[in-house]
């Protein structure tokens, strides 16, 4: 029982580290940080009014919600001219 409430900490902290999506470019220039916040904040308020619409996406968006967020992110920065690296599955 003592591992399972380790593993859901862990989860947890893992979950609120900041998306980073993989684009080409000066990660620490400060046009890309600010483009970056930009679409975090954006992405994220869209993908909760569309969740918060219904009950059902509502119950199930700390699910299917992060993964939302995240795509969101990368279409908005190649939305801004970044172009998407190959990640490799």
Do not use: F
């Amino acid at each position: 029982m003592r591992s399972l409430g380790v593993l859901v900490v862990l989860l947890g902290v893992g979950a609120c580290s900041p998306y980073d999506p993989p684009l080409q470019g000066d990660h620490a220039s400060a046009k890309y940080n600010t483009d970056l916040e930009a679409c975090r904040k954006s992405s994220s308020h869209a993908v909760y009014l569309r969740n918060a619409r219904a009950p059902g996406p509502w119950i199930i968006s700390p699910i299917t919600g992060p993964p939302a967020v995240r795509a969101a992110i990368r279409m908005c920065m190649t939305g801004k001219g970044y172009v998407l690296t190959k990640t490799e599955d």
